[in-house]
């Protein structure tokens, strides 16, 4: 199986995998709860750029969507260490994100790609799906755990900022400096017209 990358990033989500086979999913639907062990947490945040997952956990509900198709719905609840973009110190924080993905097999997520892509190259509008076209069933089966991982990455945030800290503009140091912001001059310029 060929997993996509993750999103801003060179690297595989293949790191976490669990498998479910399609055909084992009843027509109630299918309730999953998956979890990361300790090297699947520090390849995570190796690959997310993080110092650390202390846990990941996902819950699914996958649910069969007409004919061959499903849907996996969740979310993915993640203790992560980032490093603040202002401070630069690490620090901990949560991340909770939604999961709503179809799945189909490889043919329909082609056709489903091209009818999109035909729509916005023609200027189609209302032909536009609202949703992302499907994901693949390879080999009859969903990666719940390159699901997660996915999502894991999507809900980071890409500017992380540690609670209480904040961004204060350095003057230069001298009276002048907090005078020559760019909309300063441009104060003092107006002022003299």
């Known amino acids: 199986m060929t997993a996509k990358p993750m999103p801003g990033t060179g690297t595989s989500p293949k790191v976490f995998s669990h498998l479910i086979d399609v055909a084992d999913v009843p027509e109630a639907g299918l309730d999953i709860s998956i979890g990361a062990d300790a090297a699947t947490l520090q390849a995570l945040a190796a690959a997310d750029g993080l110092p650390k997952i202390s846990s990941l956990e996902a819950d699914f509900h996958v649910m069969p969507k007409g004919d061959r198709g499903f849907n996996v719905r969740g979310a993915v609840h993640a203790k992560v260490t980032q490093i603040c973009v202002v401070s630069l110190e690490p620090f901990e924080s949560y991340v909770v ?8 097999p490889p043919a329909e997520v082609t056709a489903a790609e091209i009818s999109a892509s035909s729509a916005i190259l023609i200027g189609d509008e209302d032909a536009v799906q609202e949703r992302d076209p ?8 969903i990666d719940l755990g390159v699901l997660a991982s996915e999502f894991l990455t999507l809900g980071l945030d890409p500017y992380p900022k540690k609670p209480g800290v904040t961004f204060e503009e350095l003057s230069g140091g001298d009276a002048q400096g907090a005078a020559s912001t760019p909309f300063s001059v441009l104060r003092q310029l107006k002022d003299r017209l």
């Open 97 to 104: 994100e939604p999961i709503d993905v179809d799945f189909a």
């Open 134 to 141: 499907p994901d693949p069933i390879i080999d009859g089966k």
